[in-house]
Nanobody, 123 residues
Framework: QVQLVESGGGLVQAGESLRLSCAAS????????MGWFRQTPGKEREFVTA???????LYADYVQGRFTASRDGAKNTLFLQMNSLKPEDTAVYFC?????????????????WGQGTQVTVSS
């Protein structure tokens, strides 16, 4: 089992920045990819970004150029630097992990999830 704990959410104004963190613990030996998804009430969880075991990155088109994902040297912490935030970025952001080196844009392909952290962007 892998446990994921997110932190760093909050309330900001449009144009401001936030940095989310996700710490993985438990069975973290072996290769695993990590990603961020977000969800608003009544909508499906949507892909934001993912980082492969070797550091390759995937981004959703709507965050390209504004959000940057990274993993620490030990690869057990995933970060999401969010700049130029917009009101439509308001959502609960979830960290996810899947065993294996490859990342995925599909939420069903992730085995482990954090509890989520709320990001609210006011206009």
């Amino acid at each position: 089992q892998v446990q994921l704990v997110e932190s760093g959410g909050g309330l900001v104004q449009a144009g401001e920045s936030l940095r989310l963190s996700c710490a993985a613990s438990g069975r973290t030996t072996g290769r695993y990819a990590m990603g961020w998804f977000r969800q608003t009430p009544g909508k499906e969880r949507e892909f934001v970004t993912a980082v492969t075991w070797v550091g390759g990155k995937l981004y959703a088109d709507y965050v390209q150029g504004r959000f940057t994902a990274s993993r620490d040297g030990a690869k057990n912490t995933l970060f999401l630097q969010m700049n130029s935030l917009k009101p439509e970025d308001t959502a609960v952001y979830f960290c996810a992990a899947r065993m294996g080196a490859a990342a995925s844009r599909i939420h069903n392909e992730y085995e482990y999830w954090g509890q989520g952290t709320q990001v609210t962007v006011s206009s």
